[in-house]
Structures are given as C-alpha cells and as structure tokens.
C-alpha cells in the first residue's frame, strides 16, 4: 500500500540534526509520469552532517548514488549525472528553498507506511498522512 504525502515531510528528512536511516520513498512526476524511488539516510562525520540518496535500482534493491550537496549529488567528489541523481537533486534543492507547493503541484510523494525520518511503521493515521511520526515531526 502507497500513501501519497506533502513534499514538506522531506524537509524533516535532509534538515535532521541527527543520525537516521529514514525509509524509501516514491517520486514521480505528474508532468511525464516518470518515477524514482529512494532511500535518504543522514549521517555526522568530522564535524560536517551528510545527506546520502540511494535509488531503487530493482525490487527493493538500492544502489548509492551518493551525497547530497548544494543541489548536487555527489560521488567520490564527482557530480553524479543520471536522471534519478538530476531528479532527486532537483527536490532535494526545492526543499531546502522552501518550495513545497510548486513540488506538491508537480509531483507526488508516496511511502509506504514508514517513518520518512527513522523507518519506523506507521499506526495511526495521522502519521501516515504526513509521513512522519509523532516524534520525529516534533524534532
């Protein structure tokens, strides 16, 4: 079961100050139909907070593109050029500007009844249509 949610829960995602694995999720685009499903996990290391994107590349098998940085997804210093690292990069960047209407009126986000933030199932309703639960939609 897919549940569709606002671009803004991403936000919680790729702005956490704290370690997390976070849980796959969809992206597809309403304009061409095309859709990419990722994985987001966060991590501290010398004193700088990573943003690692990995994508579906077959039936619950991710391969990792690389880091999220300034709109870029980068790997082994290299900027990764591929439609799901272009499209990805692309949310990521309107996230971070705030621009979750423009990204709710052209795409969809789906997850499948998991923590965007931790991974955790999702209970209760409300939770599952923001995609986020109770405690990590506070931090």
């Given amino acids: 079961m897919s549940h569709v949610i606002s671009a803004s829960a991403l936000k919680s995602v790729i702005k956490a100050e704290k370690n997390n694995s976070g849980a796959d999720f969809t992206l597809k685009s309403l304009k061409t139909g095309k859709d990419f499903t990722f994985a987001i996990s966060r991590s501290f290391f010398n004193n700088t907070w990573y943003t690692h994107v990995s994508v579906e590349t077959g039936y619950l098998s991710f391969t990792r593109l690389g880091s999220y940085f300034n709109g870029k997804i980068f790997n ?24 979750i ?14 923590c965007l933030r931790c991974g955790r199932a999702l209970t209760d309703a409300q939770s599952i249509e923001r995609g986020l639960g109770p405690v990590c939609v506070s931090l």
């Fill in 101 to 114: 209407e423009f990204l709710d009126t052209n795409m969809q986000v789906m997850h499948k009844g998991c």
């Fill in 76 to 99: 082994k210093g290299k900027v990764v050029d591929t439609p799901s690292a272009t499209a990805i990069s692309f949310v990521l960047q309107k996230v971070e500007e705030d621009k």
